[in-house]
């Protein structure tokens, strides 16, 4: 099994920024850094979303409405995810989820890439006033 945990969460106010953290851990048999691993978010009402997502070897993906203000990486070293998000708009204001795809099968970050074979913590909540 995996077990990731989210941190970094807040409020912050329009334009602002914040880092979320994704601490992952795993049992035996499972090698993290083979792995797709990403964001999602989920706001009130509203279906998940996925936000960015970064595969084994480096390569991103990132939700048109995000792109060029996030940006997802990965230290392998220390089985950690993280999401820099810059220019926060009010529309940002989520629950956003940490996840990773043990698979090796999606396309990392295209669709719900987490849904299906993923592993998922308990997500940190972003607020953004205007």
């Known amino acids: 099994a995996v077990h990731l945990a989210e941190s970094g969460g807040g409020s912050v106010e329009g334009g602002g920024s914040l880092r979320l953290s994704c601490a992952a851990s795993a049992t035996s048999g499972y090698t993290l850094s083979n792995y797709c691993m990403g964001w999602f978010r989920q706001a009130p009402g509203k279906e998940r979303e996925g936000v960015a997502a970064i595969d084994s070897d480096g390569t991103t993906n990132y939700a048109h409405s995000v792109r060029v203000r996030f940006t997802v990486s990965r230290d392998n070293s220390k089985n950690t995810l993280y999401l820099q998000m810059n220019s926060l708009k009010p529309e940002d204001t989520a629950m956003y989820y940490c996840?990773?795809?043990?698979?090796?099968?999606?396309?990392?970050?295209?669709?719900?890439?987490?849904?299906?074979?993923?592993?998922w913590g308990q997500g940190t909540q972003v607020t953004v006033s205007s």
């Open positions: 996840a990773v795809d043990v698979s090796g099968l999606v396309y990392c970050g295209g669709g719900t890439w987490w849904a299906r074979n993923g592993y």
